[in-house]
DNA sequence: CAAAAAAATTGACCTATGGTAATAAATCAA
DNA sequence: TTGATTTATTACCATAGGTCAATTTTTTTG
C-alpha cells in the first residue's frame, strides 16, 4: 500500500498489529518534509500535532525574556517531538522546533490520536510507556543538572547523544547544557589536555 | 464497603467506574501508614510499587557520590510518588523516599497495574494523562533550571506549592532548586529587603 | 574559488553561588 | 522547662561559569 502505510510499520514496528489497524493509523499520518533551518512550530502557536521523526535532526528550544535561547530537547531519527506541555493541554506553544538538519516527519494531531486509542487500546499501551520513558529520561536530566558541573554534564550528554555531534552546532549543546558557547569551548580545551 | 473502597474513590475520583471496577481496584491497594522521618524507599531497593499520598509529605531524592543530597520531588496530598525510573524498567532505586511529615499511603504494585489496565482500559487513560502532565511539570522544571537565576528560581518554586512551606525544612528547599542552604538563606534575606 | 557570513576560540575581567566556619535560632526530648 | 540537637543565618574568601571584545576557524554562497 502507500508510503504512510510502510512508515506506519517503522513507527509501530514494536506493535502486532492488523492489516485494517495499520490501514487506520497509516490514514491518520502525514508525511512532511522539511529543509535545514525551517521553523515546524513558534512559540504562541496552536500546538494540533505531535511528529515522528523518519529522517533528520530537530530541536526544541525555548527563548526567555532576555532572548537567549535554551535547548530543551533534540530529535533524530525515531524519536516524537513537539511542545508536549502545549499539545497536551492544548495551550499554546512556548517553544520553538527548528529543523537543524532536513527532516522527514510523520504527524498526526492529538484529536486523531485520542480517536485511534479508543478503537486500538494497544497504541494507548505503547504511547503511555513511551511516556515512562521521556519522564524517566527528563528526570535523569534534571538531576544530572542538580549534581553535576558542567563538564560532567557535557561528558554525559556526549555518552547520551553519541552520534548527534556532527549535526549540531556547539551553541545549541551549550544551550543544552545550560551554559555560554564559550564556557563550552573552554571545557572542550581542558578535556582534550586531561 | 472497607476503607480501601473508600479510598479508590478519592484516588479514581475522576473516573466513572462500576461497583464491579471499585472493587477490583480496592483489592489491588495497600494501605500503608508511616511516620515522619521514615524511609519509603532506599537507592538499591527493588521498585515494585508506587503510591498514593492519602496524607503527609514526602520527597524523593538522590544521592550523589559525594554524598550530596538532590530533592527530585515532593508528594503532598493527592499525589503519586515512587522511584519512577525503576519503577518503570523494573530495575533497582537510584533514588530515596522520606516522610517528611507523617504519611497515609495507598500502594500498587506495577504487575497489579498491568493487569488492571487490561481490566480497566479507562485506567490506562487515567494513568496516560497524569504521566503527560507530569512530564509536563518536569519540562517547565528543566527550562526553568536552564533560564533562571537562584533567586527566580526560588520565587517559582513558593509560587509552584503554596502549602509546602510550613512541611519542609530550608535544605528541602534548597535541595530542590540546586541550591546550597547559605544562598537560600541569602536569596530571602534580599527579597525581604526588595 | 573568493568573499562574506556564521561559528568557535581565546583572553581579561566580573559575578553569582559555593565552601568553611562561627554563631544564632528553632526544635526536640528528657 | 531546660539542655541537647538540629536548622538557619551571617561573614569572609574561593571558584565556576558569565560577559565583553577581539581573533581565528569554518561554513556558506555567489
Redesign the interface.
Known sequence: MSIATELVEIIFKDLTLTFKEKQLLAQNFKKLNLPKHSLLLEAGQQVYDQYFVADGCLRTY?I?PDG?E?T?QFAIEDWWISD??AF??SSNAVMNIECIQDATLFKISKKDMELL?LKI?KL??F???K??????S??????S????SASERYLNFVNSYPNIEQNVKNYHIA?YL?ITTQSLSRIRKDLVKA
Open positions: 525555548y526567555d537567549k535554551h530543551v508536549y506541555t497536551f493541554s486509542y487500546p494507548e499501551s504511547f503511555r510507556k511516556m515512562e520513558r521521556a519522564f524517566a527528563f528526570q535523569k536530566r534534571i538531576i543538572n542538580l549534581a553535576q544551550s545550560g
